[in-house]
């Protein structure tokens, strides 16, 4: 334990002490032995903590701006992921699991580091809601955690916390229902796209049996269809799989054995008591590193690791009965249709400590091929007042020849509407945009706002998405502008 990064104040206690159980679950499953999972859970775990510091500290330079990342406890599991590739990369992929290595050496795995458009639907939705939106539905449907709380962990009124699962669930089917149609795609699966849509979305309708034929052949449709179904029980293996990849269904299976032994037997009703609430056990978990390192070693490595049926007598033979783990592009389309709700919906205002109530639409994701939020080209600002204005221009990844960046202005003044410019120093080239509509002349770049996201208010925020192409250099634009007065940009 000695290995782990140093705590720095009561938060990062409360995250090591959620989180550590989760990475060295998700280490045992990707690595040959115990000593190998707590070498692979301490690396991955020391990388991830150093990622979220780094994230949580952009996220309060920013003001509160909208930034494209996971959650913590699935930005700790895509670290062990990453660290495992390393390995493999780097001459130790002997202690790796056989069947991980195998995948890591697969399309499967070139995906989740691939161009954004090509990665999995379930990683798409997941990263382009709100953060803490994203850890709710986390929380509540891979960790399996009762609803109190996770309520409390999140600052929810626990009263409300049912609701605005069920409206974040149904934020998150439009997300992935939008990636899927922004996904190149042939057009025998886009053909299919939309009957997807219309057949996920009723708890009465059958599946036509071309479009039953089509997803037991293709992956990337089949995948789709697991994330568009939301309370058939294929909701948290769509997340696990499409969020973690090798591995994804296991883990699944045994973060809820662990809720299990701890909460009692069986999930507990969302309706019930936490039963850490106000209990010198929950105090105990909070309350030191050294008490929690201990308490949480001996639950991975007493209960998580035990076979998903067994006693703690039976972990050595757990080794070898653990549950196979195939492609999680192949084990999710068979999840049943049922109910949605309207894919307009947005969590209610129930949050008491986290963020204010949305009063406007969430960001559309990757891409502006949804028709219902496509942007559409407006005419000149209605507000032409010179506003003083901060840029904050943040890449959000990049690969070879492509980019994806996020913009975001603050605004002094009252919009009512708005009009973003800057200029590239590297030819770069934009592509697909979503939040606004863009016109490119040279190296001049033109954002002007869509028809949903025109009104800011004073000293409020506007943000939008793009992805583009470069060449030799990626270089921080310049020249900044909002409605034609220069913005600073920092």
């Known amino acids: 334990m000695s290995d782990l990064p140093t705590v720095q104040d009561d938060t990062e206690a409360a995250l090591f002490s959620e989180c550590w159980d989760a990475v060295l679950s998700y280490a045992d499953l990707c690595t040959s032995g115990s000593l190998m999972a707590h070498q692979l859970a301490t690396e991955a775990f020391t990388l991830g903590m150093r990622e979220v510091r780094a994230a949580a500290s952009t996220h309060v330079r920013g003001a509160g701006r909208r930034t494209a990342r996971l959650p913590t406890i699935p930005a700790l ?96 089917r439009d997300r992935c229902h939008r990636a899927h149609l922004d996904s190149p795609m042939d057009a025998h699966c886009r053909s299919y796209a939309r009957l997807l849509d219309a057949v996920t979305r009723s708890p009465t309708a059958e599946t036509p049996d071309d479009l039953s034929r089509h997803l037991a052949t293709c992956v990337r449709c089949a995948e789709a269809a697991a994330c568009l179904r939301l309370h058939g029980g294929g909701l948290p293996a769509a997340l696990a799989g499409g969020v973690i990849g090798w591995g994804g269904l296991a883990y699944l299976e045994r973060r809820r054995r662990a809720t299990e032994v701890r909460f009692g037997a069986g999930r507990p009703d969302p309706g019930t008591a936490d039963p850490e609430e106000g209990t010198g056990r929950s105090r105990a978990l909070r309350g030191g590193l050294l008490a929690t390192a201990v308490l949480l070693s001996a639950l991975a490595l007493g209960v998580s690791l035990m076979p998903f049926g067994g006693s703690g007598e039976e972990t050595a033979a757990a080794r070898d009965d653990r549950q196979p783990v195939a492609d999680p592009e192949f084990s999710r389309a068979a999840a049943r249709p049922t109910r949605t709700g309207s894919p307009s919906a947005r969590p209610s205002a129930t949050r008491t400590a986290r963020t204010p109530a949305r009063t406007q639409p969430d960001p559309e994701p990757q891409g502006t091929s949804s028709a219902t939020h496509r942007a559409t080209p ?94 030799d250099e990626n270089r921080t634009p310049y020249g900044f502008t909002l409605n034609g007065a220069p913005c600073t940009l920092g």
């Open 77 to 172: 599991l895509t670290a062990v992921r990453n660290t495992a590739a390393d390995w493999e990369a780097g001459g130790r992929g002997h202690r790796l699991d056989p069947d991980l290595r195998l995948w890591l050496n697969s399309p499967g795995a070139a995906r989740f580091s691939g161009p954004p458009l090509e990665r999995p639907v379930a990683l798409r939705g997941l990263r382009d809601m709100q953060e803490a939106d994203a850890a709710l539905l986390w929380l509540a449907e891979v960790e399996a955690l009762p609803l109190p709380t996770v309520a409390r962990r999140l600052g929810l009124d626990p009263a409300g916390a049912a609701g605005e699962l069920d409206q974040v669930r149904t934020l998150f």
């Open 378 to 471: 407006t005419g000149a600002p209605a507000t032409t007042e010179p506003a003083g204005c901060r840029v904050a221009y943040d890449l959000s990844d990049q690969w070879p020849d492509g980019f994806q960046a996020t913009v975001t202005v603050t605004t002094d003044r009252a919009l009512t509407g708005w009009q973003v410019a800057w200029t590239f120093r590297d030819g770069q080239r934009v592509g697909q945009m979503w939040d606004a509509t863009v016109h490119q002349n040279g190296s001049r770049v033109t954002a002007t706002a869509a028809d949903y996201d025109r009104d800011v208010a004073a000293h409020g925020t506007l943000s939008f998405g793009f992805l583009g192409t470069w060449g």
